[in-house]
């Protein structure tokens, strides 16, 4: 087993496919190697790499933006990571949409690292793996570490809070209540995509916001940025912007407390994640266990005195 | 205050909506009468009650069919709660979405109870909440309390869990994403409402869908309901189908078993709601707080020694 963990170090240390993978699944599975495989990370990677976010609907073209993005950046010669937290099967434990499929045209690339992230079946968790993901794919050298998500749910925002800098694409032609949404959309995000501008809509959707987005100070901010990701228009403009606002925000004192930030969620995660075992252990002791609140209150009081008033 | 919380004892067993709203409203914040509201209600009719998960994408109309629902359940004299769990604002803390505005048809009911919840913002503790607002409805006499969720994401798919049974509603025409979200959907779903059958699609989804429930051992479950909700067809059917399994459930001892485990995943997430503060106030401290999973582990074996092995 020391052999086996040694090996997987130096595999890491050598951006080796295969070790960066495996160590993403013990991270996920917290195996108990977990924490060294984490601390043993190269924290000067990790804090120099930058760490996107990309979120949207389904339908708005974020896989196909994504991969627009990833040839791009590979035409620079950066090395990039690539997170995707979708909405998937509780049995297959994967991906089920066929967008991943697309990504595939960079399979064949070891500088392009990809990792499907299941969300269902799991209850909470899912930070907790999904940075660990990006803090082991920042390590071996990647950056931008994009994180992918449906921005529909309340884990897939919190996976958000994750990334430095947070892409919001959007799409005509889907109907009201994406419209709707637009209110909490401005909220997260600091760039905002409208994809697909050669079709119908384009035009309408993109002013709607640009009227939205008026008097944010920073001008990447209050722009809204056009691109047909199936062609690669409109992708060189956005990534000149991406980096535009990362200068920003890391002089600014912004991306530090962002990732101050993300860090606390990962840590409020993890707990949960090291305590929830023996909850449920405790609980099985219960037949039928009383009113949750005032169960788990006692649970805690018993397990955790220093913690709960009683 | 101690009168104010009898007042409000008192109100929640005459049924009065507005001291179901405040109950709900002070057990979502934690208020410290949280756990004396919970540990009052009506267990009888907790017991007792049904609890009935509405879930589908946005835009199949899932709102619609809860309302046309409802109208069938209030012709047999029954008192319906519903839970509605939307993706919504941080800042409005409310649904953003118009489809709210529909159940306004009841508005007027006393025996119809609404609730609205908000999913973004929080790190958490929907479960728990959600959990809370669908006993203190059932506690009043509500049944069947329906929990309405836009089926994507994490949390939301957690919170079908707190139901005894789950409807999942789809719709023609909704594109390649959600056909390849049906292996999915049979995973969680009890039973299949294809709504919109007036619409182009209807039938080749519908077969669609038979197909792949073949072999499912009740006769309800293999089925797919066909409904049009604007105009109520299929929902009386729909309602007895429902009604139907929920005797089959309650009879074999499956009702039991997920009571049970709704209990322990309200109970997990009570427990984090009430350490997450004590452990983000821990998090203070720390300028810088190094590797997540570290952090976690050394702040809980100070803590809750009791929990975890240092």
Chains 1, 2 share one sequence.
């Not at 994504?66 to 990039?80: A, D, P, Y």
Request: net charge negative; with cysteine.
């Amino acid at each position: 087993m020391r052999n086996d963990l040694n090996a997987l170090l130096e595999g890491l240390h050598n951006r080796d496919a295969r070790s960066i993978a495996r160590a993403i699944s013990l991270v996920e599975n917290d195996h108990e190697a977990a924490e060294v495989i984490l601390t043993s990370l190269d924290q000067q990677n990790v804090r120099s790499s930058q760490v996107l976010g990309i979120t949207g609907s389904p339908g708005v073209g974020k896989s196909t933006l994504t991969s627009s993005l990833v040839r791009h950046l590979r035409s620079q010669g950066k090395r990039v990571g690539i997170v995707a937290v979708d909405p998937s099967s509780s049995i297959t434990g994967g991906a089920l949409l066929g967008d991943r499929v697309r990504m595939m045209g960079h399979a064949l690339d070891s500088d392009v690292v990809v990792r499907s992230m299941a969300t269902r079946g799991r209850l909470g968790g899912l930070c907790a793996a999904a940075g660990a993901a990006v803090r082991i794919m920042a390590a071996s050298g990647c950056s931008p570490v994009i994180i992918e998500t449906v921005g529909v749910g309340q884990s897939e925002m919190d996976i958000i809070r994750l990334a430095d800098l947070t892409l919001m694409v959007l799409a005509p032609g889907l109907g009201d209540e994406i419209q709707a949404m637009k209110a909490g959309i401005l909220e997260v995000a600091d760039l905002l995509v409208v994809n697909k501008t050669d079709c119908v809509g384009a035009e309408t959707l993109s002013m709607d916001l640009e009227a939205a987005l008026r008097g944010r100070k920073n001008a990447c901010q209050s722009r809204v940025f056009k691109t047909v990701a199936t062609t690669g228009q409109g992708i060189d403009e956005l990534a000149i912007a991406i980096d535009e606002l990362d200068a920003i925000c890391r002089s600014s004192g912004e991306h530090d407390r962002r990732r101050h930030s993300s860090l606390e969620l990962e840590i409020v995660d993890w707990a949960v994640e090291l305590l929830k075992p023996r909850l449920l252990a405790e609980l099985q002791e219960t037949a039928y266990p009383a009113e949750p609140r005032q169960t788990a209150r006692k649970l805690l009081a018993r397990l955790c005195p220093l913690m709960i008033d009683t």
